[in-house]
């Protein structure tokens, strides 16, 4: 899939939508509701489009609970909706 950006972020939202207010979700979380064969060559697309949400004010990226830039952040990182 070669620009999965949009239905990535489309799937961040659907899944955000879908948690209590406060909760989290993975990057990866998206990337399998996108594709569930081919989800792991998605990840560097699911952290690109969580950074662009985050970006335009929508999610966080958070890290050990903490807001971070997920374009700098090196392992796991979670989702969330802004000023949860």
Do not use: K, N
Request: aromatic fraction near 2%.
């Amino acid at each position: 899939m070669d620009d999965a950006g949009p239905a990535l972020e489309r799937a961040i939202d659907a899944l955000l939508d879908a948690r209590a207010p406060g909760a989290t979700i993975c990057p990866s979380e998206a990337a399998r509701a996108v594709d569930p064969e081919g989800w792991r060559d998605l990840m560097p697309q699911a952290r690109a489009a969580a950074g662009r949400l985050a970006q335009r004010g929508e999610v966080e990226v958070t890290q050990r609970g903490a807001v971070v830039d997920v374009a700098t952040a090196r392992g796991p990182v979670r989702v969330r909706r802004a000023g949860r």
